[in-house]
């Protein structure tokens, strides 16, 4: 399984939106409406940010939002705080119980 | 408080075998199937493994098949990693990660709680 593609960085200054791509392939990404984003700050396990494409987990603020066009996905991070300063990563479901990641991009808050 | 906690990482040689250990505690561990995800130093998230909630079907890249083995004891609320034939590349935090539910128990294809992680180093 290839794993999905993401840009290496992301930036925005406090109260601004920045916008995380994914791109997968047509079995993963584009096959399932299964995609996941995770934030991870340093030293620190994941943290489920978003579900099935645009669903939020209890307590994540609604200022986080995701989307779905084809083979590719997004994250939206509305009115950035300091602390949504993290390592975020997609994932997609790739059938048969099997699932891929993307590698990740740094967001920085400026 | 749902928590998951691995153990069992360290230092073991490129041939060598380690087994992680992953105990839930907080919810009913014998209701959710399970993975391992690791991230090997600086890099990215890999999916390791998969076992759905009784046990009896297991799942794993092609980049592990046949090398590790997952596995888990629903009365002792432990999920298992057996790593075996270790390779440099391998060395990564392994995490524990619990499969979520959708809406109404459905299958929503992401991981809603995460254990702390345990250090794997595969080094001569």
């Known amino acids: 399984q290839s794993a999905l593609t993401q840009p290496p960085s992301a930036s925005g200054s406090p109260g601004q939106s920045v916008t995380i791509s994914c791109t997968g392939t047509?079995?993963?990404?584009?096959?399932?409406?299964?995609v996941s984003w995770y934030q991870q700050h340093p030293g620190k396990a994941p943290k489920l940010m978003i579900y099935?494409?645009?669903k939020r987990p209890s307590g994540v603020p609604d200022r986080f939002s995701g989307s779905k066009s084809g083979n590719g996905a997004s994250l939206t991070v509305s009115g950035l705080q300091a602390e949504d300063e993290a390592d975020y990563y997609c994932?997609?479901?790739?059938?048969?119980?099997?699932?891929?990641f993307g590698g990740g991009t740094k967001v920085t808050v400026l | 408080e749902v928590q998951l906690l691995e153990s069992g990482g360290g230092l073991v040689q490129p041939g060598g075998s380690l087994r992680l250990s992953c105990a839930a505690s907080?919810?009913?561990?014998?209701?959710?199937?399970m993975s391992w995800v690791r991230q090997a130093p600086g890099q990215g998230l890999e999916w390791v493994s998969h076992?759905?909630?009784?046990?009896?079907?297991?799942f794993y890249p092609d980049s592990v098949k046949g090398r590790f083995t997952v596995s888990r004891d629903n009365s002792k609320n432990t999920l298992y990693l057996q790593m075996n034939s270790l390779r440099a590349e391998d060395t990564a935090v392994y995490y524990c990660?619990?499969?979520?539910w959708g809406l109404g128990g459905s299958f929503s294809g992401a991981f809603d709680i995460w254990g702390q992680g345990t250090m794997v180093t595969v080094s001569s």
């Open positions: 099935e494409v645009t």
């Open positions: 047509s079995s993963a990404v584009g096959a399932y409406n299964y």
């Open positions: 907080g919810f009913t561990f014998s209701n959710y199937a």
């Open positions: 076992i759905i909630s009784s046990g009896t079907t297991k």
């Open positions: 994932s997609s479901y790739a059938g048969t119980n099997t699932w891929v």
């Open positions: 990660a619990k499969a979520a």
